[in-house]
């Protein structure tokens, strides 16, 4: 089934709704309206009176809406030194660190500011690595670009590559988590699961060490629901709401009591309440469960576990008490989660301001950012996190010595800032 992944949250009762608001216009042209803000989605080219006009009668409007003169940005994703989103229109941009061609430009040099990577208005998802670069499409291929070195491209070798580049035939990838150091993981719409790139902690969960230089099915089951690479480690959910991990687990961040590695998927724990889990970048994992919950495990030297100590786990522990955590993003040694009410919380790791919180004091427990109700989604990257409010705009806060910000410049931030 091809399907766009970047408004998963649009129920059938919201599609009604968009349906009866939908005004007529130009091929492409979906037009919405909320109480704060008109999201644009496809063309806006060839706009003409007569579709301003009869658009006007069907909504009820005598003059077609004010649009935002401001980019629309519907994902974000932060790698190792560079950021990568897509905007509403499905257009890739990316900035940041470029030494291995990360930024899908064609060449290495530096970007401060979003860049669109090609012509192409089908991009479904992104998800940045720590050198490279992986994205579907909204047909359903995988695409990667960057460092190569040890075959986390999956193009059957390990020679960097510039722009995108497409990953076999397949026309049936659902999500890719390209956030680990140099391997990178996936799933597809029959819900198998495949990884690919080094294998030097068993992160593929193949049951060996040796790399893999293209997609390689990882058991035979038919029932992933998502995967999150780690720098070494891999971590994914099944549809039953189990939890399973494997490959480096110097710290523990299996989640499996010990410190042991493992070359194949192991269960963690009994719960069958997964919801959510994550482990970008870094040696930590954290996950929430369907009562949002909030379970932090793995490496703690900074406090990125949320725990108010610097205390290694080996399994998973709740931080705090509170049922209101939604979605999070485990970065190399900072967190960050939101909750039900759209706030934003960070902690651990603060070296480079990538907090937000105004200084550069690490946190042990989860501090929110700002006083702001509105954060949509969000992605911790090495030393630097990205946000997207509810009405589309996307900040930036941390280390900016490649311009991973996009704010035009190379300096650090240490509050979130308009991108």
């Not at 979906?30 to 706009?47: D, E, F, K, N």
């Not at 589309?392 to 979130?416: E, I, S, Y």
Request: hydrophobic share 30%; charged share 15%.
């Amino acid at each position: 089934m091809k399907r766009s992944t970047l408004f998963p949250d649009l129920r059938r009762r919201d599609r009604s709704r968009l349906r009866s608001a939908t005004a007529p216009g130009p091929a492409g042209l979906v037009i919405t309206m909320t109480t704060c803000l008109t999201v644009a989605v496809g063309s806006l080219v060839g706009l003409s009176g007569a579709a301003t006009a009869s658009t006007g009668q069907a909504t009820g409007l005598s003059t077609w809406p004010t649009w935002p003169t401001w980019p629309v940005w519907a994902a974000v994703s932060g790698g190792g030194y560079h950021t990568c989103g897509i905007r509403i229109d499905h257009t890739l941009w990316c900035w940041g660190r470029n030494s291995y061609g990360q930024l899908g430009l064609g060449d290495t040099a530096k970007r401060f500011t979003p860049t669109q990577v090609g012509g192409h208005t089908n991009w479904a998802s992104v998800r940045a690595g720590y050198e490279h670069t992986c994205a579907t499409r909204i047909d359903g291929s995988l695409w990667c670009w960057g460092r190569n070195r040890g075959g986390q491209l999956g193009l059957g070798d390990i020679m960097k590559r510039k722009t995108p580049t497409r990953v076999g035939t397949g026309t049936d990838w659902a999500h890719v988590s390209a956030a680990g150091y140099a391997h990178t993981c996936g799933t597809r719409t029959d819900h198998t699961l495949w990884c690919w790139g080094s294998n030097g902690a068993g992160q593929l969960g193949l049951g060996d060490t040796e790399p893999r230089t293209v997609p390689t099915q990882v058991g035979t089951g038919t029932d992933w629901a998502r995967v999150r690479a780690g720098d070494s480690h891999t971590c994914a959910t099944r549809t039953d709401h189990t939890l399973w991990c494997w490959g480096y687990n110097g710290s523990g961040q299996l989640g499996l009591g010990d410190t042991t590695n493992r070359t194949t998927p192991t269960r963690v724990g009994t719960g069958t309440d997964w919801a959510r889990v994550s482990a970008d970048n870094g040696y930590h994992t954290c996950g929430t469960r369907t009562d949002h919950t909030l379970w932090c495990w793995g490496y703690n030297g900074q406090g990125q576990l949320g725990l108010g100590d610097t205390t290694v786990r080996t399994t998973p522990t709740q931080v705090g008490s509170r049922t209101v955590w939604a979605h999070l993003s485990a970065g190399h040694r900072q967190t960050c989660g939101t909750r039900t009410d759209h706030t934003l919380w960070c902690w651990g790791d603060n070296t480079y301001g990538q907090l937000g919180l105004g200084d550069k004091t690490g946190r042990t427990t989860p501090t929110q950012v700002g006083t702001g109700h509105s954060w949509a989604r969000f992605s911790a990257g090495a030393r630097h996190t990205c946000g997207i409010r509810t009405d589309h705009t996307l900040w930036c806060w941390g280390d900016n010595h490649h311009g991973q910000l996009g704010l035009g410049d190379q300096r650090d931030r240490l509050v979130p800032r308009r991108v």
